[in-house]
């Protein structure tokens, strides 16, 4: 795979990685004992991370324990116009926006790309936040573009953000773990490859998750 020297990233990005996600992961220790179980650790970029999504907490926290990674995540376009706050946010993460209901070939590109320059991007298979894992089923978008670009694929399970702030959108004291799971590499390179690929990580994930 040929890659080109990353992509540059946007002043405000280049501001919130070193300032904001530090802070909101002592914000997050002090409030909500956050804990990070790095297990094995993350391998070398480009790779693909895929996580649960219970809650807006998911995408820093779970940029913050790859904090360095040069982690990109896809987020809905929704999102955008509903708190000047959250809007600032997913610029700042720099997320690779994606429409409902579409054929996402710009996102895909945009995806592609980052893991070309030696980044990685982030997904949530579950598309949405739920209240259970697994009730909204899964997207085969992570393991796609891990089959597409013979990249790995990291597991991450987060425990706890549902009880700190829902899908009700508020807040609540609690603790929130987490926990780096393996390192899943594609075997194979046709759609029964990215099939395996999902069930692998959906399996890990309903095993770690309480």
């Known amino acids: 795979m040929n890659r080109s ?7 405000k990005s280049r501001l919130f990685w070193p300032v904001v996600i530090p802070s909101i992961k002592l914000g997050a220790r002090l409030l909500w004992r956050l804990r990070v179980d790095r297990g094995p650790g993350f391998p070398e970029p480009p790779f693909v991370l895929a996580a649960n999504h219970y809650s807006f907490l998911d995408p820093p926290l779970v940029g913050a324990a790859a ?36 054929v996402p070939l710009g996102t895909v590109r945009a995806c592609l790309a980052h ?3 030696g980044g990685v991007v982030g997904v949530f298979p579950e598309g949405i936040r739920v209240e259970q894992f697994g009730e909204a089923g899964f997207k085969r978008g ?5 089959v597409k670009r013979q990249v790995p694929m990291v597991a991450v399970a987060v425990i706890g953000s549902d009880r700190v702030l829902g899908i009700d959108n508020h ?14 590499h594609p ?6 490859a990215i099939d395996e690929l999902t069930d692998r990580w959906a399996r890990w994930v309903a095993e770690t998750l309480p």
Do not use: C, M
């Open 187 to 192: 075997i194979g390179s046709d759609n029964a």
């Open 171 to 184: 807040f609540r004291p609690g603790r929130i773990r987490v926990v780096v799971g393996p390192t899943l």
């Open 67 to 102: 904090y360095g990674k040069r982690a990109r995540f896809i987020a809905l376009v929704d999102l955008y116009g509903n708190h000047r706050s959250l809007d600032w946010t997913l610029d700042a993460l720099d997320v690779i926006a994606v429409r409902r209901g579409t």
């Open 142 to 146: 992570a393991a796609w573009l891990a």
């Open 5 to 11: 020297a990353p992509a540059q990233r946007s002043l």
């Open 115 to 117: 893991l070309d320059e």
